[in-house]
């Protein structure tokens, strides 16, 4: 402790993650990392279950920018990794496929229709519609 009574960190380094870290707190950062990497948040739908991340829908930049390669997609893998709480990514992609350990370019249709923006819940049934 210092001299007015707050404790001191032992290093600079951030602290190891914890078992409750929050889904949200990983929805936002990989949302976060998205963001950077200026892909198209309005095509692909991020869910979270426990230390899992799921990407699903359509992975590109935003428009004007130059096409996403299968190096920017495994990189922007690599950084979902790194945050803290993240154990596992699933990545359900409709114009991107892993073969062979890497990923491949897959064609889409020209237009795309936004995914609608909710929270998935693992605990809810699929409704059954008649």
Do not use: C, Y
Not at 67 to 82: F, G, K, N, P, V
Not at 92 to 109: A, G, I, M, Y
Request: aromatic share 4%; proline share 8%.
């Amino acid at each position: 402790m210092d001299g007015i009574g707050f404790r001191r960190r032992e290093s600079a380094e951030e602290p190891p993650p914890t078992e409750d870290m929050g889904e949200s707190f990983l929805r936002a950062e990989t949302r976060s990392v998205l963001s950077r990497n200026r892909v198209e948040l309005s095509l692909v739908r991020v869910g979270v279950f426990g230390s899992v991340i799921r990407l699903q829908g359509v992975l590109r930049r935003t428009a004007g920018l130059p096409e996403m390669t299968h190096e920017a997609l495994e990189s922007l893998e690599r950084e979902i990794r790194r945050i803290p709480g993240v154990q596992r990514i699933e990545m359900h992609l409709s114009n991107w496929r892993r073969q062979d350990s890497e990923w491949k370019p897959v064609s889409t249709p020209v237009l795309e229709t936004p995914v609608r923006q909710f929270e998935l819940d693992p605990q809810v049934a699929p409704s059954r519609a008649a």
